[in-house]
């Protein structure tokens, strides 16, 4: 449907940049849809300066799937919170 993704607000916090070494929290609060909307799956992405996008995390609440790229396996957790 022309638009549909545009009900959707998102709003993400945390460091912009971070070191391999170190670990950090990203939260990304969304709003004007439920997180459990089976139309929705909702992705973290990162890019590293110069280099090309990396598909970090897939979460699809409404059947509690997620999946963590290998590259980020030993050190990715997610969690999505309905509430």
Partial sequence: VAGALSEVETEASGPAVGKVSE???L???ISRVPITNSSYAWD???QT???DLQHIALLYPFTGLQHI???FQRGVTSSA???
């Fill in 69 to 71: 790229a290998s590259s």
């Fill in 27 to 29: 939260t990304c609060h």
């Fill in 81 to 83: 919170d309905p509430s």
């Fill in 44 to 46: 973290w992405i990162c």
């Fill in 23 to 25: 670990s950090l929290t």
């Fill in 49 to 51: 300066p110069g280099r």
